[in-house]
C-alpha cells in the first residue's frame, strides 16, 4: 500500500509541473519544487524529531541518503522534467518507469537480493514495454505534447516552445520539422536518463535504510542534499536570482503543489522498504506508470494524444508491476 500510494503521488507530479512553465524559465521548475520538497519534508522531521527525538547517526547512513537524493532528486528529477517539457507527461512516464528494472538489477548485483520469479516475469514485462516505447518511429517524430501546426494553428509547435512543453533554445529557433524531431531524441534520452538515476537512487535508499533505519530523517537528508547541489548548479549558471523570483515573486502554484506530493511520494517510499525487499517496492511503484496514463486519458485527452502505441507498453509496464504485488 506504501508504494502504490508513492506511485499516486509522484504520477500526480508529472502533470502539476508542466502547467505554467515558460519559455524563459531558467529550468523548467526543478529549483521550485525542490525547494517546495525541502521545506515540506524540512517540517516533518522536525515534528519527528520533537515526538520522536534524533535518530542513531551514523557516517554511511548519511552518506548513502546523501547520494539517493543526488541521484533521485536531483539528478534523476531535472532529466525527467526535461522529458516531460519535451515529450509529454505520458510517454515520458512510460520510459521512465525502466527505474525498476536498474533497481532489481543493482538490488541483485549490489544489495544481494535474489529474484524470484514473478520478479524475473515482471522484469521481462516491464523491460518489453520500455522498448516497445524506445523503439516506436514516433517517439522520434511526433508526439502529444506537439500538435500538428498545419492544422491546428492556436496549438502549433511555436505555441508549445512559447509555454515551454517542448523545450527551450536551441530548438525554439525554428520549430519544424528537424526541430521537432531533435526535441523528442532529447526527451526520450532524458527520460531513459532519469529511470537510470532513479533506479540507483532506490537501491543507495534501500543501502541507507539499511545503515540508518530512520526514513523520515532520511527523506529530510537526500532532499536538503539534492536542494543544495541544485542551489549551486543555479548560481553558478547565473539564474538563481531568476529562480528566486519564481519562488517567491513570480509565483508557480503547480510547481509547489509537486514539490510537496513528492515529499510525499518519497516517505512513502522510505516507509515501504521497512515492510517489503527493494525489488518488491521498486515494482509496485512502477504501476505508476498506469495511473499517469488514466489521467491522461480521463483529464489531458486533448492535448496528450494517447494512442494503442502508449496504452500496449504502458500495460506491460503495469501488469509487471501487478506480479510482484500479487505475488
Not at 99 to 125: K, N
Not at 300 to 310: D, G, K, L, N
Request: aromatic residues 8%; charged residues 15%.
Amino acid at each position: 500500500m506504501l508504494a502504490f500510494l508513492s506511485a499516486v503521488c509522484y504520477a500526480a507530479t508529472y502533470f502539476l509541473v508542466r502547467p505554467g512553465v515558460r519559455a524563459d524559465d531558467p529550468d523548467g521548475g526543478e529549483f521550485v519544487t525542490t525547494v517546495a520538497n525541502a521545506v515540506s519534508i524540512g517540517l516533518i522531521a522536525a515534528v519527528a524529531l520533537a515526538l520522536t527525538g534524533p535518530p542513531a547517526w551514523n557516517a554511511p547512513g548519511v552518506a548513502w541518503f546523501a547520494a539517493s537524493g543526488f541521484l533521485g532528486t536531483f539528478v534523476g528529477r531535472w532529466l525527467l522534467f526535461e522529458g516531460v517539457h519535451r515529450i509529454g507527461p505520458v510517454r515520458a512516464a512510460a520510459i521512465a518507469s525502466a527505474a525498476p528494472i536498474v533497481t532489481v538489477a543493482s538490488a541483485m548485483l549490489v544489495i544481494g537480493e535474489s529474484a524470484s520469479f514473478a520478479e524475473a516475469a515482471a522484469s521481462a514485462l516491464v523491460s518489453l514495454g520500455i522498448l516497445m516505447l524506445i523503439s516506436d518511429e514516433h517517439v522520434g517524430h511526433r508526439h502529444s505534447a506537439i500538435p500538428d501546426s498545419r492544422h491546428r494553428g492556436d496549438e502549433s509547435a511555436e505555441g508549445m516552445i512559447g509555454a515551454g512543453i517542448i523545450g527551450r533554445p536551441p530548438y525554439a529557433e525554428r520549430p519544424h520539422g528537424s526541430v521537432v524531431v531533435a526535441a523528442s531524441m532529447a526527451g526520450t534520452t532524458a527520460a531513459i536518463g532519469s529511470a537510470v538515476a532513479y533506479g540507483f537512487a532506490r537501491s543507495a535508499r534501500k543501502v541507507a535504510m539499511d545503515a540508518m533505519p530512520a526514513p523520515v530523517f532520511g527523506a529530510a537528508i537526500a532532499v536538503w542534499a539534492a536542494l543544495v547541489v541544485t542551489v549551486v548548479r543555479q548560481a553558478r549558471r547565473g539564474r538563481l536570482g531568476r529562480s528566486l523570483r519564481l519562488l517567491f515573486v513570480d509565483v508557480r502554484p503547480h510547481q509547489l503543489a509537486s514539490g510537496f506530493l513528492s515529499t510525499l511520494a518519497q516517505l512513502a517510499f522510505f516507509l515501504a522498504l521497512s515492510y517489503a525487499p527493494l525489488a518488491d517496492v521498486a515494482l509496485i511503484s512502477a504501476s505508476e506508470n498506469a495511473i499517469v496514463l488514466v489521467l491522461g486519458i480521463a483529464l489531458f485527452r486533448h492535448s496528450e494524444r494517447i494512442s494503442w502505441r502508449i496504452v500496449v507498453p504502458a500495460v506491460c509496464i503495469s501488469v509487471g508491476a501487478a506480479l510482484v504485488a500479487l505475488s
